[in-house]
């Protein structure tokens, strides 16, 4: 059972407009998200995350929004680049149970293609 | 900055062969983490530790075990190597609170 949906296998855009990479989760206890970039043959990195406490994040041409009432999260990019070229994912975290640890439950990525 | 080091970036193993694959973090993190990443199958948690000597099984822990003997190195074993277990593996630690670092991977090829 997924619990954390990204139902784009691959978007593709150009340069200079926006990408919006859109993510669903089914887990309501989830209270932090976070986004990843992942290049070929290279580790995740972090980009961006979201406490359900806030319904939006920004950083540079990075927006996070979150609705928790639809359980849905989404990535903006703008303005799209070539180098924004990758698989992204998107993750969330429930809160600690007792003798837990935060397990990132991750989903299954979403190719993004800039084109020049 | 956060570093995890994973010892190999490329690996060609032989089916049958036992193969361990080493991860080094330098931040004192409590939880480390072993992934695999496959095409169309996103990440997957094969197993994780919050602790020296504490482990849990992720989603897809067969064929795979795992060593946590000091903090900061989590190593995946897997016991005998299959075809099927050609993968990108991926190592990463974390603070509780905060996301994860992942290391650079490494590629895995059984033959």
């Keep these: ?116 | 900055d956060v570093k995890v080091t994973q010892s190999s970036r490329y690996l060609v193993k032989r089916t049958g062969e036992k193969v361990f694959l080493e991860c080094v973090q330098d931040m004192d993190h409590e939880n480390m983490f072993w992934y695999r990443q496959d095409p169309g199958l996103g990440l997957r948690l094969i197993y994780f530790s919050y602790d020296v000597k504490m482990k849990e099984k992720g989603d897809i822990p067969e064929g795979y075990s795992v060593s946590r003997e000091k903090k900061e190195r989590f190593s995946l074993i897997l016991e005998s190597a299959s075809t099927n277990q050609t993968s990108m593996y991926l190592c990463a630690s974390k603070v509780q609170g905060y996301g994860y670092t992942f290391g650079s991977g490494t590629r895995l090829t059984v033959v």
């Design chain 1, 1 to 116: 059972d997924q619990q954390v949906k990204q139902n784009s296998p691959s978007l593709s855009v150009q340069e200079g407009r926006i990408s919006i990479l859109n993510c669903d989760y089914t887990n309501s206890m989830f209270d932090y998200f976070l986004w990843y970039k992942k290049y070929p043959a290279e580790g995740p990195t972090f980009l961006i995350s979201i406490s359900s406490i806030k319904d939006k994040n920004e950083d540079g041409r990075f927006t996070v929004f979150l609705n928790k009432s639809a359980k849905h999260l989404s990535l903006h990019i703008v303005p799209s680049q070539p180098g924004d070229s990758a698989v992204y994912f998107c993750a969330a975290s429930a809160p600690l149970s007792q003798g837990g640890s935060e397990k990132l439950v991750f989903g299954k990525g979403t190719k993004l293609t800039v084109n020049p």
